[in-house]
């Protein structure tokens, strides 16, 4: 059987998440390569929700919040283990997702990414101020998923930074192969007919607005799943999560590797995750710095690095 | 009761009257033509009709219902299709799946399935892809389907809208200006698709500026001139119609001869 595209690229990504570590200097790494997956995951939905349908949100941070918090507050107040709380969390994402973009969506242009922006905003305002349930700008502790307990009943015995590294790989792995399914169906067709012509998209009897929710509601998803993640592997969470530069970070790693692939979306996430700490100075700088690869990338490389870098290859080629 | 009947359309933009009082019926497998200048106010009426403008006096019933300013996609379950003028192809698409997009009403399903890859996903898709790559060869393209459509000629692309919007299986197929920039051959084999698809029950409405094609493959023809309908009938009465040879004909007659 001839392998696709689609098996090539989650095929070569599984075996850079399992080759990468035989070369870790040290444990640290482990923690890096986790942050990156989780960015990556987050970032996987932008590509679901802008590469494919053409939409921009700049309140993803908000979603992201929301699957963060569950996991710090469901376990706590109502008993749930925290690896539902991710499903909690996402399902409350979902719900709201659908809820903003539901009136917004049936308008065409930019109401999405003001809107989005406004909702990202509430979140992080509601996380800093209602004191009582979140504990406010200082954070919150999250307790531990359980899992690796699990884990080493059954003889597999892994540091937290492995046992991290694991997990979030296989989520990303989860999280790419689902967008790369959708890109080639019927629905994940429909959302890039209207990127292309809203107008064309409807007349072949795409109902544009509903599918602009899907792709809205799902992209919610992915960030409420990476900021559950994330809070857990951390113990912690801020409001920080939920905030507008979070947002624009996400944004800026998928226009950076190119938002209409997952592979490069998820290369985007990689080199910023990985920029900071490799030049620890510029951590100092990271708005400056992403302000920089934005107005970069929109000046000299419009479709992003991966897309901009195989036309380089294959103009050469010809 | 006709398939498609247009009852006193109008619509005006700052206003100018860009279409007034317009009406004309289309029966099953029957070729109108609507034809006049530039800036006579035909696109405006397909737009009004496809859904695309919401008309301001008027109505639009299709298979004697009311569908008066409906959502294209509604339209389109009604069996509603159309190209447009001015080219709306999706060109981040290869020429494989914007036919296949023509296919969506039929291959669309549970968005869990699409995400999950299962079966009947695979399945949708299989079915709209063997019936794309068949239009695909019905216009001429099946060579070009894996090319990103924005690579293709105009009159290439030209033929994808059709075969789009043939994919669909509609009762009502509105075609603007289909040979616009097409070449001799290319216009003949429009032409006899146009009539193929004609003769397998579907109504066609036709806008071209092409008079020798009008005239050769339509059964009526409606006449516009500052957004009225100045004539219509047979090909053979509107050509002799003074007024129409007035507004339009004369000129374009001359063009077409010499
Ligand atoms: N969206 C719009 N806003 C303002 N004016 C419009 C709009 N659409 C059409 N018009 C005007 O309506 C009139 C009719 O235009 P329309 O495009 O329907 O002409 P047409 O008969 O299709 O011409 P052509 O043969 O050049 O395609 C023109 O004066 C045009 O400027
Ligand atoms: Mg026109």
């Known amino acids: 059987m001839r392998i696709s595209g689609k098996y090539w690229t989650l095929i070569f990504l599984a075996a850079l998440i399992a080759v990468t570590p035989l070369f870790f200097p040290s444990g640290y790494y482990f923690r890096v390569g986790s942050l990156l997956f989780v960015n990556g995951l987050a970032v996987t939905g932008i590509v679901v929700l802008t590469g494919y349908a053409g939409q921009i949100s700049l309140g993803q941070a908000g979603f992201a919040g929301i699957g963060g918090y569950a996991c710090a507050l469901a376990p706590v107040h109502w008993g749930v283990p925290p690896a539902l709380a991710v499903v909690l969390g996402a399902a409350v994402s979902g719900v709201l997702a659908y809820l903003v973009g539901r009136p917004i969506l049936r308008l065409k242009g930019y109401y999405l990414s003001v809107a989005s922006l406004g909702f990202g905003i509430l979140v992080a305002m509601v996380l800093n101020n209602e004191r009582e349930l979140t504990k406010g700008p200082d954070g919150i502790n999250v307790p531990d998923i359980g899992l690796r307990g699990l884990l080493s009943d059954w003889g597999l015995n892994l540091t937290n930074g492995e046992f991290w590294y694991a997990l979030t790989g296989i989520c990303l792995l989860i999280g790419a192969w689902i967008a790369l399914n959708l890109q080639s169906s019927p629905t994940g067709r429909a959302l890039r007919a209207l990127h292309g012509s809203e107008v064309a998209a409807s007349t072949v009897g795409i109902d544009v607005a509903r599918v602009k929710i899907q792709a809205f509601v799902i992209s919610a998803i992915y960030a409420s799943v990476a900021g559950s993640l994330m809070a857990l592997q951390n113990k912690f969470v801020t409001p920080d999560i939920a905030g507008f530069l979070h947002s624009v970070e996400m944004v800026t790693m998928a226009v950076l590797g190119g938002v209409a692939s997952v592979p490069g979306a998820i290369l985007g996430a990689g080199v910023l995750t990985l920029l900071p700490q490799v030049l620890t100075v510029l951590a100092e700088y990271e708005q400056l710095i992403l302000g920089l690869v934005m107005m970069g990338v929109m000046i000299f490389l419009q479709e992003g690095l991966v897309p901009s870098i195989l036309r380089w290859f294959r103009g050469r080629d010809e | ?258």
Request: aromatic fraction near 4%; proline fraction near 4%; glycine fraction near 10%.
């Open chain 2, 1 to 258: 009761m006709s398939l498609l009947e247009i009852q006193a359309l109008g619509i005006s933009f700052g206003g100018v009257r860009a279409v007034h009082d317009v009406n004309f019926s289309v029966e099953p497998g029957e070729i109108v033509s609507i034809i006049g200048p530039n800036g006579a106010g035909k696109t405006t009426l397909f737009n009004m009709i496809s859904g695309v403008y919401r008309p301001e006096t008027g109505r639009v019933v299709l298979s004697g219902e009311t569908v008066t300013g409906m959502e294209p996609f509604r339209l389109a379950k009604r069996g509603m299709s159309r190209t447009f003028q001015n080219l709306q192809i999706f060109q981040n698409m290869t020429v494989l799946e914007n036919a296949i997009t023509g296919f969506h009403l039929q291959e669309r399903g549970p968005v869990l399935a699409d995400l999950f890859n299962l079966p009947g996903s695979r399945r949708r898709a299989r079915l709209a892809e063997a019936g794309a790559r068949a239009l695909l060869a019905r216009v001429g393209l099946e060579r070009a389907a894996d090319r990103d459509a924005g690579s293709l000629s105009y009159g290439s692309l030209k033929r994808l809208e059709i075969a789009r919007a043939l994919a669909m299986q509609p009762k009502v197929l509105l075609l603007d200006e289909p040979a616009a920039g097409c070449n001799a051959v290319e216009t003949d084999e429009i032409d006899h698709l146009i009539a193929e698809v004609a003769a397998s029950g579907v109504a066609i409405l036709l806008v071209e500026h092409d008079m020798k094609m009008v005239m050769r493959i339509s059964n009526h023809i409606v006449v516009l001139d500052h957004g009225e309908k100045i004539a219509e009938g047979a090909p053979a009465e509107v050509s002799r119609n003074p007024e129409v040879i007035a507004a339009y004909l004369g000129t374009e007659a001359e063009n077409a001869d010499g």
